[in-house]
């Protein structure tokens, strides 16, 4: 693993990775329109500073994870 890698973002559908950055602001990027017409990137950034794993609320198909390293 590259050493300026910090974290990863993982989005999770159905128990299955659909999205993967280093970047949240990345990652965000690459959401579905569903999970970005309620929420902006605010709403995650303040999320995954506190937590590192959590299921979407109005969309609870949808988990964002976040791995340090």
Do not use: W
């Not at 693993?1 to 299955?16: C, E, P, Q, S």
């Not at 299921?55 to 198909?61: D, G, L, M, V």
């Amino acid at each position: 693993m590259h050493n300026a890698i910090k974290n990863i973002y993982i989005l999770i559908k159905d128990n299955k990775a659909v999205v993967c950055e280093s970047n949240l602001k990345d990652c965000f990027k690459q959401f579905p329109e569903v999970l970005t017409e309620n929420k902006g990137y605010d709403y995650y950034y303040n999320k995954m500073r506190l937590i590192n794993y959590f299921i979407i609320p109005f969309a609870k198909e949808y988990r964002l994870q976040k791995i340090e390293y």
